[in-house]
């Protein structure tokens, strides 16, 4: 012992009590480090719903408010509300309930705009722009479905009820009109029941299943009012995103969805 610390015999007791003290005190530093450091006990294995679960994971929608800016489209009879605010808030609610549901969703407008630009060729009118612009955005997202939101209007203020539109020879729209009427009227439980229907519209050229959304009449009294309120609105966004994962699951997946030519 004697000879490693320097001092006299009482120092280097005093020296030596003191190490034992630090050393102590440090075995006492790890041993508790080495407590906070052990591995818990592992948690709970729990089934989590993964992405792949959720019935549009994987797909690509275009989803299409339509009008916007200068084309405000119809309006509603009482309220005097110009049907491309209604569309725009349908439409965010579609938007909300696809993704909840695992789709990616692209908008071909998310604010009052029309989709003119200033590029537009002498004799092609502004309409024919803007619906070209639609149909090129939902081509160049590579969209594998196509919702386009609508309200409807007519002269009789007694028409009412939603409606969807598919081109005439497209089987995959079809379906989709067919899954689209069918949880509206579910979710909805409109007076009037209709049924899907061939549409000759600008917007339905695309091969990929493409619908045209008449949500209701912006000429009925009553489902003016319904349509005017956010609950409504809601309810038709989940009507409408369930009919989507309907046609999800019926067609068997995206296969065959690839090709966006006319
Ligand atoms: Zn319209």
């Not at 959720?54 to 339509?66: A, F, H, N, R, S």
Request: net charge neutral.
């Amino acid at each position: 012992m004697a000879g490693w610390l320097p001092g006299s015999k009482g120092e280097r007791k005093l020296a030596m009590a003191v190490m034992v003290v630090l050393l102590l005190g440090t075995l006492a530093a790890v041993g508790a480090a080495r407590q906070a450091a052990a591995p818990k006990a592992p948690p709970p294995l729990v089934e989590a719903e993964t992405p792949a679960a959720l019935p549009l994971t994987g797909w690509t929608i275009l989803v299409d408010p339509g009008h916007g800016g200068y084309d405000g489209g119809a309006r509603a009879r009482d309220s005097g509300t110009w049907e491309k605010h209604i569309n725009l808030a349908v439409a965010r609610q579609v938007q909300q309930a696809l993704m909840a549901r695992g789709a990616a969703v692209v908008m071909t407008r998310s604010e009052d705009i029309d989709l003119c630009t200033d590029e537009r060729p002498a004799g092609k009118t502004m309409k024919r722009e803007d619906m070209e612009n639609r149909v090129r955005m939902a081509r160049e997202a590579r969209a594998d479905m196509v919702l386009s939101i609508h309200m409807n209007e007519y002269r009789r203020r007694s028409q009412s009820g939603p409606q969807v539109f598919y081109r005439e020879g497209c089987d995959g729209g079809r379906l989709l009109a067919g899954c689209l009427q069918e949880t509206m009227i579910d979710y909805l439980q409109p007076r009037k029941k209709r049924s899907a229907l061939a549409g000759d519209y600008f917007i339905l050229q695309l091969e990929v299943p493409s619908v045209l959304i008449e949500c209701g009449f912006i000429s009925n009294p009553e489902e003016e009012k319904l349509l005017l309120s956010a609950d409504y609105q809601a309810r038709l966004g989940e009507a409408i995103a369930e009919g989507a994962a309907m046609y999800a699951t019926l067609s068997g997946g995206r296969a065959g969805a690839a090709d966006h030519s006319p």
